[in-house]
């Protein structure tokens, strides 16, 4: 069974602080890695995908991945109030069960206080 | 833009009555998703298509059908829904199984 891990929260933060979420996933031969941004009623929206370990930065956001460790994170820097939602994280496992089969962790809900 | 599209938004249905979702993407993608999802659940994978490849997760009720008549459209057909499928469905694409997978925004279904 394939799986994917993270605490639900919720993780509050205050406002311009760093907010960090963290991942660990079971597949150990897992190639992407995907952090999606839900709003309550919406659809996941794409923050970052990462392939390969170290860090991977677009704007506020950097992405971690250490596959020795089975373990990926997401920092959001300069928190805002509108970066409160839901944040899944996402992982394609190389072996076993449907090809391009997402499997999601139960998502971190962040709460960015004003 | 490149982008996917989910008609309607929002079907109301009642019990037992036959629904149809539309699904259509201008990415030119080979695969697409069709996902269930419920409150504060993650998205559950129902089938998806590579091309006209089909292939149905095993625990996907039979209730639930899926077409594919080109590139661009994908249809999900709920032949009798119960109370139990209530639930926003979200469709996906990406270029190849690998890739990112881009969600359109979703149809809140409600089953009356």
């Known amino acids: 069974q394939k799986e994917v891990e993270q605490n639900s929260g919720p993780l509050s933060v205050p406002e311009g602080a760093i907010a960090s979420l963290n991942c660990t996933y079971s597949d150990r031969g897992s190639q992407s890695f995907f952090w999606y941004r839900q709003y309550s009623g919406k659809s996941p929206e794409l923050i970052m995908s990462?392939?390969?370990?170290g860090d991977k930065e677009d704007g506020r956001f950097t992405a971690q991945l250490n596959k020795a460790s089975q373990y990926v994170s997401l920092l959001i820097r300069d928190s805002q109030p509108s970066d409160s939602a839901t944040y899944l994280c996402a992982v394609i496992p190389l072996s076993g069960g449907s090809q391009g089969n997402l499997i999601f962790g139960k998502g971190t809900k962040l709460s960015v206080k004003p | 833009d490149a982008m996917v599209i989910q008609n309607p938004r929002y079907q109301v249905t009642q019990f037992g009555k036959p629904v149809t979702l539309s699904c259509s993407q201008t990415l030119n993608h080979n695969v697409m998703y069709w996902y269930q999802q419920k409150s504060s659940q993650a998205p559950k994978l129902l089938f998806h298509y590579y091309d006209k490849d089909f292939n149905n997760e095993a625990d996907t009720p039979d209730n639930f059908q899926s077409r594919r008549p080109n590139t661009s459209f994908c249809f999900l057909d709920i032949r009798s829904p119960g109370l139990g499928d209530a639930a926003m469905y979200l469709c996906?694409?990406?270029?190849?199984?690998?890739?990112?997978?881009?969600f359109g925004p979703g149809t809140r279904l409600t089953v009356l």
């Open positions: 990462i392939y390969s370990n």
């Open positions: 996906a694409t990406s270029r190849e199984f690998t890739d990112t997978q881009y």
